[in-house]
Nanobody, 117 residues
């Protein structure tokens, strides 16, 4: 059974940084695309950053230049360092895994990120 466990969220002042991690159990890293999503209060969940099996990355326009997604296949872990955080980055951040070209099939429980002014 695949499990995704996020960590690294917290409270930070605007302009600060956090580093999210997502540890995956089960052998999915060789077959799955990994992504970070977030859901702000009262808003729909949105994709933040995606990393394919080969390392190709995609970012939402709102986080380009501030967030960097990476993966350590040997440790089955995905990282999301977030710099220059803004209040608009506040939300619950979810890690997800899915086969290329398909909907995400595995989701973590989420980790809260709160950015204060």
């Amino acid at each position: 059974q695949v499990q995704l466990v996020e960590s690294g969220g917290g409270l930070v002042q605007a302009g600060g940084s956090l580093r999210l991690s997502c540890a995956a159990s089960g052998s999915i890293f060789s077959t799955h695309t990994m992504g970070w999503h977030r859901q702000a209060p009262g808003k729909k969940r949105e994709s933040v950053a995606i990393i394919a099996r080969g390392g190709t990355t995609t970012y939402a326009d709102s986080v380009k230049g501030r967030f960097t997604i990476s993966r350590d296949n040997a440790k089955n872990t995905v990282f999301l360092p977030m710099n220059c955080l803004q209040r608009e980055d506040t939300g619950v951040y979810y890690c997800a895994a899915g086969r290329p070209g398909r909907d995400y099939e595995y989701w973590g429980q989420g980790t809260q990120v709160t950015v204060s002014s």
